[in-house]
């Protein structure tokens, strides 16, 4: 088992930048993939962008540019930094462990979710 708990969540001006936070506790932290999905009111789940435990990174085109995903195998944490953020970043964040995909069904493990507004 893997339990995950995001943080760094809030209210955020267009423009601004917010940086999330995971912390993972239980199995093995470094076997997995890391991932970030989103979502918002009305709509699927969908991806942001994940990370293997070797560095390896993947974003969806919506965010590639403006986020940057880390990992910080000593305090079994993964970040999502979120610059330049736009209204339509507006949605729940979930953190997630798993396979390496952008498919949200390849992860077993995912958190409680963090509120992230962006407004205009």
């Known amino acids: 088992q893997v339990q995950l708990v995001e943080s760094g969540g809030g209210l955020v001006q267009a423009g601004g930048s917010l940086r999330l936070s995971c912390a993972a506790s239980g199995r093995t932290f470094s076997i997995y993939v890391m991932g970030w999905f989103r979502q918002a009111p009305g709509k699927e789940r969908e991806f942001v962008a994940a990370?293997?435990?070797?560095?390896?990174?993947v974003y969806s085109d919506s965010v590639k540019g403006r986020f940057t995903i880390s990992r910080d195998h000593v305090k079994n944490t993964v970040y999502l930094q979120m610059n330049s953020l736009k209204s339509e970043d507006t949605a729940i964040y979930y953190c997630?462990?798993?396979?390496?995909?952008?498919?949200?069904?390849?992860?077993?493990?995912w958190g409680q979710g963090t509120q992230v507004t962006v407004s205009s």
């Open positions: 990370t293997t435990s070797g560095g390896s990174t």
């Open positions: 997630a462990a798993g396979r390496w995909s952008t498919m949200s069904y390849a992860y077993d493990y």
